[in-house]
């Protein structure tokens, strides 16, 4: 826990705004999950709409995939927008489809907080 708040108020240098960063999710039943040896974080879940939003763009049976996402927009990203915050994470909706989900406070680390927007891709 404190190597995470360690991280968390010094985020590594390559985290820029303008970086896009990535990380490979795994099922667990009805839910996306990841690991992240970096952080000391394994099988961080996506819960609250957040998992549904991440299956509706894979074919139905996958397992695994990965998610790029960034400050910024970058070719063939979706945007999630800030609706509000929420326990210490964040409410967004994609804009494309309208979809809500809540991001945990884990998108602190990847984002230094809770941003107004997130462009991300999934990918099989």
């Not at 992240?36 to 974080?41: H, K, L, N």
């Not at 957040?50 to 945007?79: G, N, Q, R, V």
Request: include cysteine; glycine fraction near 6%; hydrophobic fraction near 35%.
């Amino acid at each position: 826990m404190l190597k995470k708040l360690i991280n968390i108020l010094n985020p590594p240098k390559s985290m820029k705004s303008n970086s896009i960063m990535m990380l490979s999710l795994y099922k667990e039943g009805t839910t996306w999950a990841f690991d992240d040896a970096t952080f000391g974080i394994t099988r961080e879940p996506f819960v609250m709409g957040m998992s549904e939003i991440i299956s509706s763009y894979l074919p139905e049976k996958a397992d695994k995939c990965t998610i790029y996402f960034s400050h910024s927009p970058f070719p063939e990203s979706e945007k999630l927008t800030l609706l509000y915050e929420e326990a210490n994470g964040g409410v967004y909706k994609v804009e494309s489809s309208g979809m809500t989900g809540w991001l945990c406070p884990v998108t602190r680390i990847y984002m230094q907080g809770i941003p107004e927007s997130i462009y991300f891709q999934v990918k099989p």
